[in-house]
């Protein structure tokens, strides 16, 4: 009975040891994507103020597959692209984000 009691607990920690570092993987590519995805806003969206590169970022990414999420986190690296740009606005164009950003800004601008 001792060694199943043991066995459990050492699979629950190697389990939640996986989840930490799984977790540390995302945040990490969440910050290199928002580095691409912030260049892409500031550089080709010349109608977004300043003020709103943040919070449009912010919520590309939020509305951005794992998959998109690792091609901007790439993209950090290798620099953008017109692909990088074209997949912005593709983010950009879903209903979801077009909220977000619609409620990021009010909030933003103070005038909500």
């Given at each position: 009975m001792?060694?199943r009691?043991t066995?459990a607990l050492c699979?629950?920690?190697a389990v939640?040891a996986?989840d930490?570092a799984t977790?540390?993987?995302?945040e990490?590519?969440?910050?290199?994507?928002?580095?691409?995805?912030?260049?892409?806003?500031a550089?080709?969206?010349?109608?977004?103020?300043?003020a709103?590169?943040t919070?449009?970022t912010?919520c590309v990414?939020?509305n951005?597959s794992?998959?998109?999420?690792?091609?901007?986190?790439r993209d950090?690296?290798?620099g953008?692209?017109d692909?990088t740009?074209?997949l912005v606005?593709?983010?950009l164009?879903?209903?979801?984000?077009?909220?977000?950003v619609?409620?990021?800004?009010?909030s933003a601008?103070?005038?909500?």
């Amino acid at each position: 009975m001792m060694i199943r009691t043991t066995l459990a607990l050492c699979a629950l920690m190697a389990v939640t040891a996986c989840d930490d570092a799984t977790q540390a993987v995302d945040e990490a590519a969440r910050r290199s994507a928002k580095l691409a995805v912030s260049e892409i806003v500031a550089t080709r969206f010349p109608v977004v103020p300043k003020a709103l590169i943040t919070p449009f970022t912010d919520c590309v990414i939020d509305n951005s597959s794992a998959r998109e999420i690792g091609t901007f986190a790439r993209d950090a690296v290798i620099g953008v692209s017109d692909t990088t740009a074209a997949l912005v606005r593709t983010v950009l164009e879903r209903p979801e984000t077009q909220q977000c950003v619609v409620r990021a800004g009010v909030s933003a601008l103070g005038t909500g």
